[in-house]
């Protein structure tokens, strides 16, 4: 988003808050805990029960798929909230306030309001022996106060990371929304696809209404025992609902959904890939399941506007023209596999350059080998994360699966990008990718706006 959007008189203000955040256990290191994030909301009048609310995990499709739920919800006139991580340039993108990041003014008001109660949490925390409240905790806190303070109708909240013990689940979702899910943060979460939906299935709460997109038999498994266990309502991409077809548009796809109350035609929707559109069909469940409780089709000229005003930023995104540069923020092999998939359908490129940078703690052979097929040459670099893998440690295993021919290293992501682009001018329908990690993609996004690649 560009700095423009943020008055400077209150850009310091805004600033501080992250900078306060940030001196707490970061979001690496999240606590599989949820008692210090209730005891904080406790003692702010529990601000998450002023509002309904959706919840969505998954392992991608997370942020799209609340992104466009909550566009979805805005264009039937409901003054929403979203939260959405990581941010890509600015804290302020997390908390989403009717469609708009939230102000630095209002962002630094309400950050506050809540320091006393976070500062006695902490201390109780500290004398009982347990770590003060982290990042995600403090930052889940803040947002639900933010959504109370505005107020708002209704909240689209995206997990952090999990689900069972991640702090937004100090909140009862009326609907819970599951996006694909596969392995990732296996540390944290699990080795297994069961053992990973076992702990998203945390946030079924007692007769909710379940919408998942198709899954893998054994995470659909978890699900089923968990919406039985919790008399919630379970309705599944490819039973009760369905994408019936995706075709490439200008600046987007046409999209056919099968929902679970109606159908719809020949919707626009100005994302890129099959991926997206599945995305939209489990939104579009998501929204008549907490609209109508499934039984009512949505309005649609309702659902039309919704779809075509929706965003998704860092998915690919267009960030630079002449040449093309696009961002996606496949960080995983999953999603980089998407990414691939619909770099070859919707996009005519004859060459593509691809700048890749990848956390430790990621499957960096997979993601290399999703986007093997779809990239003609590597530029290897690193984000500005501490858990960034070392330039020349990623190269070599860059090299070893596409070869030293194709691998390219530069210290740092503006040469590589600068480099990316040279050659992308070089010959016609070329173009550049930026993939690999979120981090990556925030810090290009921040290169292209300050560079003003999109008008020149």
């Excluded at 691809?354 to 999703?370: C, F, H, S, T």
Aim: hydrophobic residues 45%; glycine residues 8%.
């Amino acid at each position: 988003m560009s700095d423009d959007y943020y008055p400077d008189e209150f850009r310091d203000a805004g600033d501080a808050v992250l900078a306060a955040l940030l001196e707490r256990v970061g979001e690496s290191s999240p606590q599989p805990r949820l008692q210090a994030t209730r005891r904080a909301v406790e003692l702010l009048g529990d601000p998450q029960n002023s509002y309904p609310i959706i919840h969505v995990t998954g392992t991608n499709g997370k942020t799209s798929t609340s992104r466009i739920i909550e566009s979805i919800l805005r264009a039937y006139g409901l003054r929403t909230g979203l939260l959405v991580s990581p941010h890509l340039v600015r804290l302020n993108e997390r908390i989403v306030i009717d469609g708009q990041s939230i102000t630095d003014e209002a962002l630094a008001a309400n950050w506050a309001d809540i320091q006393p109660y976070l500062l006695m949490v902490d201390a109780e925390l500290t004398t009982a022996g347990d770590e003060p409240l982290t990042f995600f905790e403090a930052l889940t806190v803040l947002a639900f106060a933010c959504f109370a303070d505005a107020p708002v109708d209704v909240v689209v909240l995206e997990v952090g990371m999990g689900g069972e013990w991640d702090s937004t689940n100090v909140a009862d979702g009326q609907v819970a929304v599951f996006t694909p899910i596969a392995l990732d943060h296996t540390k944290r979460l699990g080795s297994t696809i069961s053992e990973i939906a076992r702990t998203k299935s945390g946030i079924i709460k007692p007769a909710a209404a379940v919408v998942t997109a198709a899954q893998p038999p054994e995470a659909m498994t978890e699900l089923s025992r968990a919406a039985e266990l919790t008399e919630s309502t379970l309705v599944g991409e490819g039973s009760e609902f369905a994408l019936l077809a995706s075709h490439v548009a200008v600046g987007g796809q046409l999209i056919s959904v099968r929902g679970i109350a109606g159908t719809y035609s020949e919707l626009f929707l100005p994302l890129y890939g099959t991926h997206q559109a599945q995305n939209a069909a489990v939104a579009i469940a998501a929204v008549e399941s907490f609209l109508g409780a499934g039984s009512q089709a949505l309005v649609e000229d309702i659902l039309v506007e919704g779809l075509a005003t929706a965003t998704s930023p860092g998915r690919l995104q267009l960030v630079g023209i002449e040449p093309t540069v696009l961002v996606d923020a496949a960080h995983n092999p999953h999603g980089a596999l998407a990414l691939s998939a619909a770099l070859e359908s919707y996009f005519d490129f004859d060459e593509i350059v691809v700048v890749v940078g990848i956390l430790a703690d990621k499957d960096a052979a997979g993601i290399i080998e999703a986007l093997r097929p779809a990239v003609a040459r590597f530029h290897v670099t690193q984000s500005h994360s501490e858990r960034a893998i070392p330039v020349d440690d990623l190269a070599d295993l860059v090299a070893e699966h596409v070869g030293d021919a194709d691998t390219f290293r530069f210290g740092d992501l503006a040469q590589a990008l600068d480099a990316a682009r040279g050659w992308a001018q070089d010959a016609p329908k070329r173009a550049v990718l930026v993939a690999g990690s979120i981090t990556l993609v925030g810090d290009a996004v921040a290169l292209a706006d300050a560079g003003d690649w999109m008008t020149k």
